[in-house]
């Protein structure tokens, strides 16, 4: 579960930091507020999930590949994204980080 966890927290925060990115629309600016936070609490989160652990003797697997091979946050499609949009894939991606 520690595992699972971790790789969704730091692709959460990677698909957050790409849409920071990417975000257009009328509200990209308050949005890329939002998505700051999003991506420093993800991280915070992820470091906490490992170093947990790693003191419990499962050393933490964050690698990209492991990322990429086993996290259930939703991938994005690349290229621009409307406002809309990534408020609805932030809300899918927290409803499938959350229903562990």
């Known amino acids: 579960m520690l595992q699972r966890t971790l790789l ?11 849409s920071y990115w990417t975000v257009i629309g009328a509200r990209s600016t308050a949005l890329r507020h939002v998505l700051d936070d999003i991506v420093v609490t993800a991280r915070r989160h992820a470091d906490a999930v490992a170093e947990r652990s790693a003191a419990l003797g499962i050393p933490p697997d964050g690698r990209a590949a492991a990322v990429a091979a086993r996290s259930d946050i939703p991938q994005w499609a690349p290229g621009w994204e409307r406002d809309d949009d990534v408020i609805d894939h932030l809300a899918e991606a927290y409803r499938r980080l959350t229903s562990a």
């Open 8 to 18: 969704d927290l730091i692709d959460l925060s990677l698909v957050g930091k790409q």
